[in-house]
């Protein structure tokens, strides 16, 4: 059986337009998802956020809304976002003296280059609180120090 040009230009440029289709979409769909091996989730309540995730900063108010918060499962990094009713940042956080960006971990909620200008350090958290959203974020490298002190206990 002989194929005609037309069937093989045909089958060729169905085959090269579902794999665009598949080089455009997937990326998409693994950010929604978190990504491979980056769990993220949103969450009504700071604390039916931190109800959810031990991992979470003991920091964050119960009262913030609109928690979203992806963490990298291959180390320290994580991704914070909050909205605070009352615009004020919690007790527990200072003044912010250094910066470090969180490698490799990005978000479709968390501002682009907002990384760049802390204002404040909440724990082991570098915070942005622009009014009243506040974004934060954890470096693998701020982690270490401390998991490597409690366990020395």
Known sequence: MRLRTSSIVGITATAL???AIGYTVL???GELLGGPGRPQAGY???AQA???RP???HWLPDSATEVDYKASSDGGNRLL???LTDGALPAA???AVSSARPAKLTARWFPAGIDVRPTASCGQYLVVLDGEQLYAWQTDAARVPVAEAAAAR
């Open 81 to 83: 976002h909050a909205r």
């Open 55 to 57: 991992s979470l900063p």
């Open 27 to 29: 990326p998409v769909v």
């Open 44 to 46: 009504v309540s700071g």
């Open 93 to 95: 956080c200072t003044t």
């Open 50 to 52: 931190k109800a959810a």
């Open 17 to 19: 337009s579902v794999a």
